[in-house]
């Protein structure tokens, strides 16, 4: 019940295109739900994050769609870049300050030029 | 505003040594947690530190330990390293109502 599993594992795809990466939970509790970005030889690093009580946040070319009745939610590039190119967590917590984040597997994106 | 500050960036250690990594938070932020990060199981929450208590720990064994000192400093240590302790170990600091800042990671190889 305290996994996240997101998809897909790997994706490509071509500049300026929209990329879509998908996460489900299965605890209700959680009422935090980041996105982070990684790049090689760095930490995570937090890209955008949403409460259940909206059902779109938007910053940017970056979006987050959240649909609590499927217990779902996706992160949307749009405009995709090739200094997009990293991977990328999704995570759930009970609590948006130092609570413990349940990761999902991460997604390794490349943009093509 | 100085990020999160991992020490040492790298580390080979042998099987059954034990090993102390060190983490700086961003000055202010009084929560401290640590992750391990594998290809194979991915991001992983090892424990949580706020004034100087473990107030969260995660499904690892007892080689597993930390502490955290007055001034938000903390430190990871791992005894009796085994070859699948291989891992980015990760440090984050948190506000009371802030998400988690990384720091880049201690990288750290058993052979």
């Known amino acids: 019940q305290q996994q996240v599993k997101q998809s897909p594992q790997s994706l490509i795809v071509q500049k300026g295109g929209i990329s879509i990466i998908n996460c489900a939970y299965e605890?209700?509790?959680?009422?935090?739900f980041p996105w982070y970005q990684q790049f090689p030889g760095k930490g995570p690093a937090l890209l955008i994050a949403i409460r259940p009580d909206v059902s779109e946040k938007k910053e940017g070319r970056f979006t987050i769609s959240f649909n609590k009745s499927a217990k779902q939610f996706s992160l949307h590039i749009m405009d995709s870049q090739p200094g997009d190119s990293a991977t990328y967590f999704c995570a759930a917590s009970k609590g948006q300050g130092a609570q413990k984040l349940v990761f999902g597997q991460g997604t390794r994106l490349t943009i093509n030029p | 505003k100085a990020g999160v500050t991992q020490t040492p960036r790298y580390l080979i250690k042998t099987r059954g040594q034990q090993v102390t990594l060190s983490c700086s938070p961003i000055?202010?932020?009084?929560?401290v947690s640590w992750y391990q990060q594998t290809p194979g199981q991915g991001l992983q929450f090892l424990f949580e530190?706020?004034?100087?208590?473990?107030?969260n720990k995660g499904n690892f064994p007892g080689r597993f330990s930390g502490r955290q000192f007055s001034n938000s400093r903390s430190e990871m240590n791992v005894s009796t390293l085994e070859l699948g302790d291989s891992a980015l170990y990760l440090c984050?600091?948190?506000?009371?109502?802030?998400?988690?800042?990384f720091g880049s990671g201690t990288r750290l190889t058993v052979v």
């Open positions: 605890n209700t509790a959680f009422d935090y």
């Open positions: 530190y706020f004034s100087e208590t473990q107030r």
């Open positions: 000055s202010g932020h009084r929560s």
């Open positions: 984050a600091s948190s506000s009371s109502v802030g998400g988690y800042t």
